[in-house]
Nanobody, 124 residues
Framework: QVQLVESGGGLAQPGGSLRLSCAAS????????MSWARQVTQNPGPNLDL???????????YYTDAVKGRFTISRDNAKNMLYLEMNDLRPEDTGTYFC??????????????WGQGTQVTVSS
């Protein structure tokens, strides 16, 4: 079955950096668009907001306006890994970040499956 295991979250100071990783298995990783989504703690329910995504071949990337220029999403199809490099972190980046398998190779924000999430807290 599909497994998505996130790691790399933690506590960071404003202006700091974190690198999230996602190990994927159980599906043809290179055939799926992948994304990172965030659940903000004050929002109830399983609402996930798309933060960044990229197509299966990595040729198209998307970033929500709030993270453009600070976050970089990447993937290694040979290793079935997805990454999110987070720089210049701000308190409003705080939340639980989920690795998301999209439903197609070239469409984003159409979530299929997600992992258990990794907590990112930005605070001084």
């Amino acid at each position: 079955q599909v497994q998505l295991v996130e790691s790399g979250g933690g506590l960071a100071q404003p202006g700091g950096s974190l690198r999230l990783s996602c190990a994927a298995s159980g599906f043809p990783f290179s055939a799926s668009a992948m994304s990172w989504a965030r659940q903000v703690t004050q929002n109830p329910g399983p609402n996930l907001d798309l933060v960044a995504g990229l197509y299966s071949d990595g040729k198209y990337t998307y970033y929500t306006d709030a993270v453009k220029g600070r976050f970089t999403i990447s993937r290694d199809n040979a290793k079935n890994m997805l990454y999110l490099e987070m720089n210049d972190l701000r308190p409003e980046d705080t939340g639980t970040y989920f690795c998301v398998k999209e439903r197609s190779a070239d469409y984003l924000n159409f979530f299929d499956t997600w992992g258990q999430g990794t907590q990112v807290t930005v605070s001084s």
